[in-house]
């Protein structure tokens, strides 16, 4: 069975740092591409980043873009989501998601930026 | 960006009645491959989103086949044959074609 769990939101003052983790488990993890999106309170589905399978390629969405780094280590099977220069509109739910096309979902994890 | 504006973006539906929900992208998502990744995702209220449809017409393993994708270039429909209570929800068009990938606004499917 196909599994991703996130971990790693919280509170954190603007300015602040996290990192996100999403295990998975149930595939092989380095044959895929693997993504992170974001829904604020109330709001629809926001692409935030790529990173390739073999971890080469990475891309983010602009209101990301110099603050947010996606990695991955597979021999952890992990994805990983480092978020700097936290700002209040980067609240929210965050996934990771499998694959080109988002087959699989995580359950999310809550991000909350707040002083 | 490619943008994906779905329509309506609410949606009250009769118990049993179809449904049908407009997805129009501002570009071609026809891949070089001669796929067209444009796929349908469903969130439930408070659950994380779940994909439905692939590649416009093909149904996820599970997929009650009441869900049905159709379209081709830049038009595409998603049709419930006749809506159930578990259906209530928002579903997102998204478009796997280009970078960065992207996402309609949604639009929220509630019962009358």
């Known amino acids: 069975e196909v599994q991703l769990v996130e971990s790693g939101g919280g509170l954190v003052q603007p300015g602040g740092s996290l990192r996100l983790s999403c295990v998975v488990s149930g595939f092989t993890f380095s044959r895929y591409y693997m993504h992170w999106i974001r829904q604020a309170p109330g709001k629809g589905l926001e692409y935030v980043s790529v990173i390739s399978n073999d971890g080469n390629i990475a891309s983010y969405a602009n209101s990301v873009m110099g603050r947010f780094t996606i990695s991955r280590d597979d021999s952890k099977n992990t994805l990983y989501l480092h978020m700097d220069s936290l700002r209040t509109e980067d609240m929210g739910v965050y996934y990771c998601?499998?694959?080109?096309?988002?087959?699989?979902w995580g359950q999310g994890t809550l991000v909350t930026v707040s002083s | 960006d490619v943008v994906l504006t779905q329509s309506p973006l609410s949606l009250p539906v009769t118990l049993g009645q179809p449904a049908s929900i407009s997805c129009r992208s501002s570009?071609?998502?026809?891949?070089?491959?001669?796929?067209?990744?444009l796929n349908w995702i469903q969130q439930r209220p408070g659950q994380s989103p779940r994909r439905l449809i692939y590649?416009?017409?093909d149904r996820d393993s599970g997929v009650p086949d009441r869900f049905s994708g159709s379209g081709s270039g830049t038009d595409f429909t998603l049709k419930i044959s006749r809506v159930e209570a578990e259906d209530v929800g928002v579903y997102y068009c998204f478009q796997g074609t280009h970078w960065p990938r992207t996402f309609g606004q949604g639009t929220k499917v509630e019962i009358k």
């Open positions: 570009q071609s998502l026809v891949f070089s491959d001669g796929n067209i990744y």
């Open positions: 998601a499998r694959d080109g096309q988002l087959d699989y």
């Open positions: 590649r416009v017409s």
